[in-house]
T-cell receptor, first 109, second 116 residues
Framework: KNEVEQSPQNLTAQEGEFITINCSYSVGISALHWLQQHPGGGIVSLFMLSSGKKKHGRLIATINIQEKHSSLHITASHPRDSAVYICAPNGGGADGLTFGKGTHLIIQP | GAVVSQHPSWVICKSGTSVKIECRSLDFQATTMFWYRQFPKQSLMLMATSNEGSKATYEQGVEKDKFLINHASLTLSTLTVTSAHPEDSSFYIC????????????FGSGTRLTVV
């Protein structure tokens, strides 16, 4: 079973700050997903990555497969970024995802 | 992009009744559908995995007779909570994976079930 550790669990920051959320996992994977869950519960897939780095707007995700570590960065954070961010490694094949406990992010104006 | 429509978004039902939750992939064929539940402040927990045309595979501790999953077509999967009890109150969400080799997941918007 893949053990997933996310940090921090809770983060409150001011608008405009650079945000970093970290994720470590214990078992080698084929890909890792970063998900965003809003207060209503809906989940949006932000990134799926298997190596290197991906960028989408103000969001950047990196992964080091050898180190079993991934990070999600948010540049120029905004209150609308307030959500729970979840790291979810995928072992590949027909397996479902394993989920971290999430990072509860609050961006204050 | 890929969209999964999940209905209803919330439902309140009486103890002992059954509730059906639907997930439809609108613009792709979902070979595999995953069903999760989430309790407040907890992470998502996989309940079962279903492949089109075959029986669902349930995770340990999930009662297959209570949580009936049907994946009759490549675009529709349903979860029926039978004889609901207050402890079944939770957030249920599906995610679909396409037939192609891309292992991305598209999530439904979730269903908040309250059993009274």
């Amino acid at each position: 079973k893949n053990e997933v550790e996310q940090s921090p669990q809770n983060l409150t920051a001011q608008e405009g700050e650079f945000i970093t959320i970290n994720c470590s996992y214990s078992v080698g994977i084929s890909a890792l997903h970063w998900l965003q869950q809003h207060p209503g519960g809906g989940i949006v897939s932000l990134f799926m990555l298997s190596s290197g780095k991906k960028k989408h707007g103000r969001l950047i995700a990196t992964i080091n497969i050898q180190e079993k570590h991934s990070s999600l960065h948010i540049t120029a954070s905004h209150p609308r970024d307030s959500a729970v961010y979840i790291c979810a490694p995928n072992g590949g094949g027909a397996d479902g995802l394993t989920f971290g406990k999430g990072t509860h992010l609050i961006i204050q104006p | 992009g890929a969209v999964v429509s999940q209905h209803p978004s919330w439902v309140i039902c009486k103890s002992g009744t059954s509730v059906k939750i639907e997930c439809r992939s609108l613009d792709f064929q979902a070979t595999t559908m995953f069903w999760y539940r989430q309790f407040p402040k907890q992470s998502l927990m996989l309940m079962a995995t279903s492949n089109e045309g075959s029986k669902a595979t349930y995770e340990q501790g999930v009662e297959k007779d209570k949580f009936l999953i049907n994946h009759a077509s490549l675009t529709l999967s349903t979860l029926t909570v039978t004889s609901a009890h207050p402890e079944d109150s939770s957030f249920y969400i599906c995610s679909a994976r396409a037939r192609t080799g891309w292992y991305g997941y598209t999530f439904g918007s979730g269903t908040r079930l309250t059993v009274v």
